[in-house]
């Protein structure tokens, strides 16, 4: 690692915050840090006494201080208090504070957006990015919460390449969008025609467009709202009328009139189909009641997703990323324990060095005084000794320097006999 | 027929063979980042194999049923690898594999079949007739495959439960195009094929030639395909009927090579 880490292992970070399952929207609205106040926020945290390092992270769903402190006891619940002048009391019973592992894990838990109301949702690594990046800049991060929170952003990797959480859509119009690419391939240059111009047609229009559909046709009883609808879109406007003389030319179709029954039969899917030399359509029927018949499905190059249908594979997105979640869990419980371990052996560092320092100058100061005794040395004699001390020294302590290293991972207090004992690698009588 | 680098090559499928099989009894992809590779090497060595025994043999003809099924594998797995240059897709080799493993296996471990004898086969013509059918051959059974996969893709967007196989599947308008142009690339060959086959054949053994098993097979086989050319020119048939013309179509091509050892004409010797 290229930070250097120095001080207190995992016993000193401090999560303090709210987020979308703690607190209602109207106390995270109020907690919540425009990104413009970021900086300075970050500056206030790092100057309360006894914080070392700091990050403010606010996005819409959580509000949260992180803080690596100098000693176990500092209290953060006032900073909002302190920061938007409100009393403390309005929003102190939704936050949660964590602190040594439990801080550690919840970090990671964020960052690889297993904490999100939408697990697996990519946005929240790059809000934990940006958020680094401004503590970074007002140089509130330096050794260990700086090595946390980049070891973040490894976790989340590790996650997201090693299970498919956020590899499957989650909302309806996604679901619309990768169905359609399931069928058509790209969707660039494809036809999607709006039957009925309401808001849900208007938005899952929106995604595949987002995704490279070309050309928009809009038909609606009332042909004015076609025609607005038609223009935001740069599309055509049709009259409800030619819908079906039209219809073929479309790849996709939204169907979402108000209609209270079926609109497209299918023999028309056939008709359609014949005109367009049988290459595929896709329905998309998002009315209720519906207006396209199911029987639709069943013409060869005709595929029909009602609502239901839609819902129905969302949901089994959502139960896949449930299940790959507890996968994900359990890469983070090992990072975790691989990341306090590193902590703590990196403590024990400054310690072997004095060690290996003070007994070195033992080993010159004894040479040298029994040198003057010994006369004049061959080249090859001077060699000897210095080995022999060398590889006294490093013999002698070998044994103490594992159990060093070793102990730091499994803190536990002993008398300081028994420490000597484990540390020589003695054996009781 | 040298066979060490056949062998080399056999190898190499296998690793192909064994995704296929996991995939198909999985249902998920396993090691598909050591197939491609693998398949490439095999792809080399079985390559210098064909050369090796072209310079042996001082003629590009196969010299022997097991030399017809190496140059056979060899050209189906060519045609895979364009496939996979341009859509970057290992779903046909669900299928391709297997049967390119076991066309290699018949011809680097089975027995060695005769040579065929026949001083026909030194003629540029037979060259030319062996060479159209079998481009012809590897083309139409991509474009088999690709039925199939279109088959299973477009059941599992109709049953609206997408599993993850199908997931991993090209869109079916992709694996219609692959279908498609594959026809397209093999129909010619196979034509120009059985032209030249039957007029070498009619000059040697008259009209009778015409009512040898593998050649009537054959012209059936040429017939579906054209048909499904047809069709889909004309009217854009595609998924269940132009698989179920395709499946007609490979099963009688698969008759006129099983009719190979039934043809007199065919077994090239004497």
């Not at chain 1, 700086?146 to 590790?158: C, D, G, M, Q």
């Not at chain 2, 066309?103 to 471990?109: E, H, P, R």
């Not at chain 2, 020119?233 to 099983?258: D, E, K, P, S, Y």
């Amino acid at each position: 690692m290229s930070v250097p880490i120095h001080s207190a292992g995992a016993g000193r970070f401090l999560v303090l915050g709210v987020n979308h399952r703690t607190a209602p929207v109207q106390v995270r609205e109020q907690l919540a840090i425009p990104e413009s106040h970021l900086a300075e926020a970050t500056e206030q945290l790092v100057k309360v006494p006894g914080v070392d390092e700091g990050m403010v992270l606010s996005t819409c769903n959580r509000v949260e201080l992180l803080a690596c402190t100098n000693n176990g006891s500092v209290n953060l619940r006032d900073f909002f208090g302190h920061y938007f002048k409100t009393p403390t009391a309005q929003y102190e019973p939704y936050l949660y504070e964590l602190r040594e592992r439990e801080a550690v894990r919840h970090l990671f838990r964020v960052a690889a957006s297993l904490d999100s109301l939408v697990v697996g949702e990519p946005q929240i690594l790059g809000q934990v990015k940006e958020a680094y990046t401004v503590a970074r800049g007002v140089g509130a991060l330096r050794s260990n919460l700086n090595a946390l929170v980049t070891r973040s952003f490894a976790v989340a990797k590790r996650v997201r390449t090693e299970t498919t959480i956020g590899s499957s859509a989650v909302s309806v119009a996604s679901v619309a969008v990768d169905l359609a690419k399931k069928i058509f391939g790209s969707l660039q240059g494809r036809t999607v025609y709006l039957v009925g111009a309401g808001k849900m047609s208007e938005l899952a229009a929106r995604h595949l467009i987002s995704h490279g559909a070309g050309m928009i046709f809009v038909a609606n009883r009332t042909h004015e709202r076609a025609l607005q609808l038609a223009a935001t879109f740069d599309g055509k406007a049709i009259k409800f009328d030619e819908l079906y003389e039209t219809a073929d030319r479309a790849d996709i179709l939204l169907v979402s009139t108000g209609a209270p029954h079926v609109i497209f039969r299918r023999e028309h899917g056939e008709r359609f189909l014949q005109l367009r030399k049988n290459r595929p359509m896709f329905f998309i029927d998002i009315a209720v009641p519906r207006n396209v018949d199911p029987e639709l499905n069943k013409v060869d190059g005709i595929f029909v997703y009602d609502i239901d249908d839609l819902q129905a594979v969302v949901s089994s997105n959502l139960a896949d990323r449930q299940r790959e979640a507890a996968r994900a869990n359990e890469i983070i419980e090992s990072e975790l324990e691989r990341f306090v371990a590193q902590l703590g052996s990196a403590d024990v560092v400054p310690t072997i060095v004095s060690l290996q320092e003070h007994l070195e100058s033992i080993r010159q100061a004894e040479v040298d005084r029994v040198r003057g005794k010994l006369g004049k040395l061959t080249p090859d004699q001077e060699l000897a000794i210095d080995a022999l001390t060398r590889g006294i020294v490093k013999k002698v302590l070998h044994a103490p320097l594992t159990t060093l290293k070793t102990a730091a991972r499994e803190p536990f207090t002993m008398t300081i006999e028994e420490a000597i004992r484990r540390m020589f690698g003695l054996k009781r009588e | 027929m040298p066979l060490f680098w056949l062998r080399a090559a056999l190898i190499c499928y296998g690793v192909g063979l064994l995704y296929s099989l996991l995939v198909i009894a999985r249902r998920r992809e396993g090691f598909a980042r050591i197939t491609m590779p693998a398949l490439w090497l095999g792809a080399v060595f079985h390559f210098v194999s064909l050369v090796e025994s072209a310079v042996e043999l001082h003629q590009l003809t196969p010299a022997s049923a097991s030399e017809t099924e190496s140059l056979l594998a060899f050209l189906i797995i060519a045609f895979f690898l364009a496939v996979w240059i341009k859509y970057k897709t290992l779903s046909p080799g669900l299928f391709l594999f297997p049967l390119v493993f076991l066309l290699t296996f018949m011809a680097a471990v089975g027995p060695q079949s005769a040579e065929f004898s026949s001083p026909l086969l030194r003629r540029g013509w037979i060259f030319l007739h062996v060479a159209l059918v079998l481009l012809g051959y590897a083309a139409l059974a991509l474009s088999g495959v690709a039925s199939v996969l279109y088959l299973f893709q477009e059941q599992s967007l109709k049953s609206k439960r997408p599993g993850a196989l199908a997931g991993r599947m090209p869109a079916l308008e992709v694996i219609d195009e692959i279908g498609y142009r594959s026809l397209l690339f093999g129909f010619p060959f196979m034509t120009l094929g059985l032209i030249a086959g039957l007029a070498v054949a009619q000059s040697n053994f008259g009209v009778t030639a015409f009512l040898d098993p593998k050649v009537l097979l054959s012209l059936l086989a040429w017939a579906v395909y054209m048909v499904l050319v047809y069709t889909r020119w004309t009217a854009g048939w595609r998924g269940r009927r132009a698989a179920m013309l395709a499946t007609f179509a490979f099963l009688a091509a698969l008759g006129a090579w099983v009719a190979n050892y039934f043809s007199s004409m065919h077994r090239f010797v004497g």
